[in-house]
C-alpha cells in the first residue's frame, strides 16, 4: 500500500495532519495494516464531493469477498451499500472536522455485518480534508445478546403479566422489587402499593414464624439448598387471611453470590374448600354405609372382595376379615351355583342384577333370606374393574310371603270345606262368609305390609344413591383436574388411567341420577317446575346436544318444528328427547334421524323416526320394562343399563301427563312418538 508524502500520527481531535517528513517505510506499514483484525479502508475526498476507494486492509477484503481491484477508484456508494444516514456522516466528519461514529448493518455477498462505523478526516497543511481514514468494528454478536435479551425479557414479561399465580422478586432485606398484576386479583393490592414493603408486613406474626424460619434455613443453605415449597395464609386487602401455597428460589448473581430471591404464591383457597368438603362427604358417606341396614360390598375384576361394610357380621355372622376375597362363602348351597352362574355372567357379559333372591347361612348356622343388586364399573373398551354389590336381609318378607301362601292355602281348603257345607246348612255359608272377611283381612294386612316394604325399599335406594353423589363428583371434579394437568405434568400411562376414572365416574353418576328419578317417580316424590316455554327452543337444545354424535356417524337430520308455547315442565321434557334421540342415534349406522313437531287442539304431538336396526314384535312389547336391553346386531357396540326408555316413558305418563308409543319394522327403522298437553295441570303431590 503506498501513501506518499503521509505520515500517520496521533494528533488533537484524532485528526491525521499531512506533514513534509519522508513517508513511512511501505511494506513496515503494509504489515501493521493489514495486521489489524478490524475492517479499515481509506477513501480521496474528490472535488464533486463525492468519496472513491484508496485502499483497504485484508480484512476489509474478507468481509466483503471483494478484491484490491475490484474496490480501489470505487465510489463508496458502489461498494458499500450505504445509506443516506451514512453519507450524511461522511460529509459531517469533513464539515466539522472531527472524528464521527454509528452503528450500520452492511449486506455483503458473504453475509450481513452489525458494525460500528468510525470516520477520521485527514487535513492537509491548510486545514482542507483530502482523504477520510475509516474502521468497522463487528458488533453482531453484541447485537445477537441484545436481541435475545429482549427476547427473554418479553417473555418474562408475558409469561409474568398472564399467570393466575402472582411472580415476585425480594432483595436481601426481604423487601419486595417486583410483583405480576395476579397479586391485585389474588390479594386486592396494585403491584406497585406492594414494591418496597417488607415479606413480613403481609403475614399474621404466628404465620411468619413459620415463614421465616424457612428462609432463614434457605439462606443459611443457598448453595445447595435451592428451592423450597410450603402453605401458609397471607393477609389480603381487608386483612383476611387467604390460603396460599409459596414456591421461593434463591436469585444469584454471575459469581455466585445471593442476591435475593424469586418465586411465585398460588391461591389454594378452592383447593382447602374442596378437600375440607371432599372430607367431609367421604365422612357422611362412611356414615351412610355404616349406618345403613344393606350390606355394601366392592368386588374386583375376578370376584374378590375389596370393601365390606362393617354391618357385614350383623347380616352373615362373619367379620369383614373372614369375608374378604370369598364371594361365595355365605351363599347357601342350594343356590350357590346359581348365584355362581350370575357372577360369571356379570364377569364375562359385564350385566347388572337387580333384586336376585336367595338364602344364605350364618356363621353360626341360621338360614336367611337376602335380597342383592349390583352394578358392573364399566370402561371404555366395555370392560369394567369390578362389581358394587348392595345386599339387604329380605327374611321378614319372606316370612311373610309365606304366611300370605299359607293363608291362601288354608282359603283354598276352607273354600272346598264351606262349599260341600252349603247344601247342609245356612249357617255354614254364614261361617264361609266370615271366614272370607277374615282371610281378606289378613291379605289386606300382609299386603300393605309388603308395599310398605317396596316403598322402604325404593326410598333407600333413592337415599342411597342422591348421598353416593357427592362422592361421586369429587372424583369427576379431580380427576378432570389431573387430566388436565393443573396439578402437575402426568405421563400418558397416568392420564390413561385418570381418564378411565373419569369416564366410569360420569357412567355411574348418570345411572344414579336415573335410579333416583325412578325412586323418586314410583315414591310419588318426584318434583316438577311448570312454565312457560317455547317447544322449537327445547328441540333445539336436545338436537345441539348430540349433534355431534350424529355428525361422527354422517347421519342426515331432519328436524320440523311447528313452534308453539307450551305450558309444562321444561327440564323433564328435554330428558325425554335426549333419551329418544341419543337412542336413534345409537342404533343407526347409516340413513337418516327426522323429529316432526306439531299440536293439535290440545296435545302437541313429536315423532322422532330413524333408519336404524328396528325391533323385532315380540320385543316391542318388552321395550319400555326396566333393565331391559334387546338383543341387536349393535348390542355390543353400545353402552346402557336398559334404564333410558323405562324413565322416558314414567316420565311420560307420570308426569308429563302424557303417551308415549312405538311404530318398528325389524331392519327398516323405529319411531317414537310423544303425545303431552300444550298446557299441563299442576298437581299437588303428597306431602305438598
Same mark, same amino acid.
Given at each position: ?45 474528490? +472535488? ?142 396494585? +403491584? ?9 408486613? $403481609? ?15 434457605? !439462606? ?17 386487602? !381487608? ?215 317396596? $316403598? ?9 344413591? $342422591? ?82 354424535? !350424529? ?125 303431552? +298437553? ?11
Amino acid at each position: 500500500m503506498k501513501l506518499k508524502g503521509f505520515k500517520l500520527k496521533k494528533d488533537k481531535g484524532a485528526l491525521i495532519k499531512h506533514t513534509e517528513e519522508p513517508e513511512l517505510n511501505e511494506n513496515y506499514l503494509s504489515l501493521i495494516y493489514d495486521a489489524i483484525s478490524e475492517v479499515i479502508f481509506l477513501l480521496a475526498v474528490k +472535488p464533486d464531493d463525492s468519496f472513491r476507494f484508496v485502499s483497504v486492509n485484508r480484512a476489509f477484503m474478507a468481509v466483503s469477498g471483494l478484491t484490491m481491484e475490484k474496490v480501489v477508484g470505487k465510489r463508496i456508494e458502489e461498494v458499500l451499500p450505504e445509506t443516506a444516514h451514512a453519507l450524511g456522516k461522511y460529509k459531517e466528519a469533513i464539515s466539522e472536522k472531527k472524528t464521527v461514529f454509528w452503528e450500520q448493518v452492511f449486506a455483503y455477498p458473504t453475509g450481513e455485518l452489525a458494525g460500528a462505523v468510525t470516520v477520521t478526516p485527514v487535513l492537509n497543511a491548510h486545514g482542507v480534508c483530502t482523504h477520510l481514514v475509516g474502521s468497522i468494528h463487528d458488533i453482531t454478536e453484541h447485537e445477537q445478546v441484545d436481541e435475545a435479551l429482549r427476547e427473554s425479557e418479553e417473555k418474562f414479561r408475558i409469561l409474568a403479566e398472564n399467570s393466575i399465580d402472582c411472580i415476585w422478586i425480594l432483595d436481601t432485606r426481604l423487601k419486595f422489587t417486583y410483583l405480576s398484576p395476579s397479586v391485585e386479583r389474588m390479594m386486592g393490592f396494585k +403491584p406497585e402499593q406492594w414494591v418496597g414493603t417488607k415479606l413480613s408486613s $403481609h403475614f399474621k406474626k404466628k404465620d411468619f414464624l413459620k415463614v421465616g424460619a424457612l428462609i432463614a434455613k434457605n !439462606i443459611k443453605n443457598y448453595e445447595t439448598l435451592t428451592h423450597v415449597t410450603f402453605e401458609t395464609k397471607m393477609l389480603n386487602s !381487608i386483612n383476611d387471611e387467604v390460603n396460599v401455597e409459596i414456591s421461593s428460589k434463591v436469585l444469584l448473581n454471575s459469581q455466585g453470590k445471593l442476591i435475593g430471591f424469586y418465586g411465585n404464591t398460588r391461591d389454594i383457597t378452592e383447593r382447602k374448600q374442596a378437600e375440607k368438603a371432599r372430607r367431609e362427604s367421604e365422612e357422611r358417606f362412611r356414615t351412610i354405609v355404616e349406618t345403613a341396614p344393606s350390606l355394601l360390598i366392592i368386588t374386583d375384576t375376578k370376584g374378590n372382595n375389596l370393601y365390606i361394610s362393617p354391618n357385614c357380621e350383623e347380616i352373615t355372622g362373619y367379620t369383614q376379615e373372614e369375608l374378604l376375597g370369598e364371594l361365595l362363602l355365605w351363599v347357601h348351597e342350594d343356590d350357590t351355583l346359581r348365584a355362581k352362574e350370575l357372577f360369571e355372567r356379570t364377569f364375562g357379559e359385564g350385566l347388572g342384577y337387580k333384586n336376585f333372591e336367595y338364602k344364605i347361612v350364618k356363621k353360626n348356622g341360621e338360614v336367611r333370606y337376602v335380597s342383592s343388586s349390583w352394578d358392573p364399573l364399566k370402561v371404555e373398551d366395555g370392560k369394567f374393574k369390578g362389581i358394587v354389590f348392595q345386599t339387604i336381609d329380605i327374611t321378614e318378607r319372606k316370612q311373610a310371603e309365606a304366611e300370605l301362601q299359607k293363608l291362601n292355602e288354608e282359603l283354598e281348603v276352607r273354600v272346598m270345606e264351606r262349599t260341600n257345607q252349603l247344601s247342609e246348612s245356612k249357617q255354614a255359608l254364614e261361617n264361609l262368609v266370615g271366614d272370607l272377611n277374615r282371610t281378606t283381612n289378613n291379605l289386606k294386612s300382609a299386603n300393605v305390609r309388603l308395599q310398605e316394604l317396596d $316403598h322402604m325399599k325404593s326410598m333407600f335406594i333413592a337415599s342411597t344413591s $342422591h348421598e353416593l353423589r357427592t362422592p361421586l363428583n369429587s372424583i369427576i371434579g379431580f380427576s378432570s383436574v389431573l387430566i388436565e394437568g393443573w396439578m402437575g405434568e402426568i405421563n400418558p400411562e397416568q392420564k390413561e388411567q385418570l381418564q378411565l376414572i373419569h369416564m366410569a365416574g360420569e357412567q355411574l353418576l348418570a345411572l344414579i341420577n336415573d335410579i333416583i328419578d325412578i325412586s323418586k317417580i314410583e315414591a310419588g316424590k318426584l318434583e316438577t317446575d311448570i312454565q312457560e316455554f317455547r317447544l322449537k327452543e327445547v328441540i333445539d337444545e336436545a338436537v345441539s346436544i348430540v349433534k355431534n354424535s !350424529i355428525d361422527e356417524k354422517e347421519l342426515d337430520l331432519e328436524v320440523e318444528v311447528e313452534d308453539t308455547a307450551i305450558v309444562s315442565d321444561r327440564r323433564r321434557l328435554l330428558q325425554c328427547l335426549l333419551n329418544l334421540l341419543s337412542n336413534a342415534v345409537k342404533f343407526t349406522e347409516k340413513g337418516k334421524i327426522t323429529l316432526h313437531a306439531k299440536t293439535i287442539n290440545s296435545m302437541t304431538n313429536i315423532s322422532i323416526t330413524d333408519t336404524g336396526t328396528g325391533i323385532m314384535p315380540d320385543d316391542i312389547k318388552k321395550l319400555f320394562a326396566a333393565f331391559v336391553r334387546l338383543e341387536s346386531s349393535l348390542s355390543a357396540k353400545t353402552q346402557g343399563t336398559g334404564l333410558g326408555l323405562y324413565l322416558t316413558k314414567k316420565l311420560t305418563e307420570d308426569v308429563l301427563d302424557g303417551t308415549i308409543e312405538v311404530t318398528s319394522e325389524y331392519g327398516i327403522g323405529s319411531t317414537f312418538k310423544l303425545n303431552i +298437553p300444550v298446557e299441563l295441570e299442576i298437581r299437588i303431590t303428597e306431602g305438598e
